[in-house]
């Protein structure tokens, strides 16, 4: 959410230009009049470059068993909110 707002989107602007788009924003509760997807994508796929290389410095400091085990750790935890 920091390097959304710091790519100067709105919650609902990130929601618009991602995969889901109308679909995503409908989803989640937002109402139309809804912005325009194309201004937005560039941002949002800076915002994301920016949020990735932010968790990759944070998660850079694990070894490779530690990244399995937490690879392995967030896939079990995934599984559960699943169901």
């Known amino acids: 959410m920091i390097a959304v707002r710091a790519g100067g989107l709105t919650p609902l602007e990130a929601i ?3 995969p ?3 679909t ?3 989803a989640l509760g937002w109402q139309s009049p809804y912005p325009s997807a194309g201004p ?6 800076w ?3 920016v949020a990735n290389s932010m968790a990759g410095q ?8 530690e990244r399995v ?7 079990s935890l995934s599984h559960r909110f699943a169901r």
């Open 20 to 22: 889901e788009g109308e």
């Open 47 to 49: 915002a994301e470059s």
């Open 16 to 18: 618009i230009a991602g």
């Open 58 to 65: 944070a998660w850079g400091i694990l070894d490779r068993p």
């Open 24 to 26: 995503g924003a409908v």
């Open 69 to 75: 085990e937490l690879a392995g750790l967030l896939e």
């Open 40 to 45: 937005l994508v560039r941002r949002l796929m």
